[in-house]
């Protein structure tokens, strides 16, 4: 018997329904131990969204490096880059990642791009599944290795014609799918962009700059509000997966049809949805649920530990005036 057509199936007819992948899975044996060997959950997640009853979760690695590729479709990356900057930028190419940051910064990072622009403007385009802690001191460290690795190529390049002032900005932007609790003191800001100004008014050319995205705050105020930019378009393809919402993006911003169209024909390929994304991506993604509950712990146990000093130096200062209090008093 076949399914009614989802939402997103009446736009995209090369959807499978649930009963074609389950019979694909089960008539292959290493497809069927596969999915047997997932807890129901991520069963009926897998199922939901090969069948578009759900919207593909474009923030997974597998999704946005294929769909947002600098190498064959450098427009796409560059309208959202446009979209995000707030002026018109061309992505020039995809540099290599030479995985010599500093740290453990990788334990949480999903997806992890450098480009460069035609300006020479380079440009980090991170997507975090968990935000981590100590956002803005990790986020200065990654930014600090970008502007030496620029600076070591192109002295490398130029070599004694080498001068500072071929540096370019660099650009962090992280884009938080979950985010870490200081995101929601800001409950109707949902991008947040740092640079080096000074508090006199001198300008300088400073070159780091950051720009935090917390998806889930703007899917809050997605549902409030609706989508009212080129930006809010943007976001909605990224992190939303709700299929009425989408349907409202395909029908309002129509360029975004091409980019769905190559997701569910990715979909289209069951062996390769299994084991490259919920093989592998559902592991990291548990192990680096670990790590960022240590990180959360370690902030926590940080701030208690404030919290207790502040306290002590409070009864400190109650007791001293206490004893100045007795002194003064008449026998």
Partial sequence: MKSNQTNLAKYFPMIKTKEQILEEINANDTLRAIFNNWPEKHQNEFLSICTGSKGVKMLYDCYFKEILNPEYAPERLSSLLSSILGRKVTVKYQLTNDNTRIGDESSLVITDIVVELEDGTL???????????????????????????????????????FSYKDIA??????????????????KDVFVHKFSTVSDTG??????????????????????????????????????????????????????????????????????????????????????????????????????????????????????????????????
């Fill in 169 to 186: 900005p660099v650009y962090t932007i992280v884009f938080l799918e979950k985010s870490p609790s200081v995101f929601r003191e800001y």
């Fill in 123 to 161: 440009a980090n385009i991170e997507v975090q599944k968990l935000g981590y802690a100590f956002t803005g001191e990790r986020a200065s460290c990654y930014s600090a290795d970008l502007l030496l690795r620029q600076y070591k190529r192109i002295r490398d390049l130029r070599k004694e014609n």
């Fill in 202 to 331: 001198l300008k300088m050319n400073m070159l780091q700059n950051f720009i935090f995205i917390p998806v889930d705050i703007f899917l809050e105020n997605l549902h409030n509000n609706g989508m009212k930019s080129e930006l809010d378009a943007w976001l909605t393809f990224l992190g939303c997966d709700e299929p009425d919402y989408i349907s409202t993006l395909l029908e309002t911003h129509p360029d975004f049809k091409p980019l769905y169209h190559d997701l569910y024909n990715i979909c289209r390929n069951t062996e390769r949805m299994m084991t490259m994304f919920f093989s592998e991506e559902l592991k990291i993604l548990d192990d680096n649920t670990v790590k960022y509950m240590m990180d959360q712990l370690e902030e926590g146990v940080k701030e208690q530990k404030a919290e207790i000093a502040e306290k002590n130096a409070e009864i400190a200062e109650l007791k001293a005036k206490l004893a100045e209090y007795q002194a003064q008093a008449p026998n």
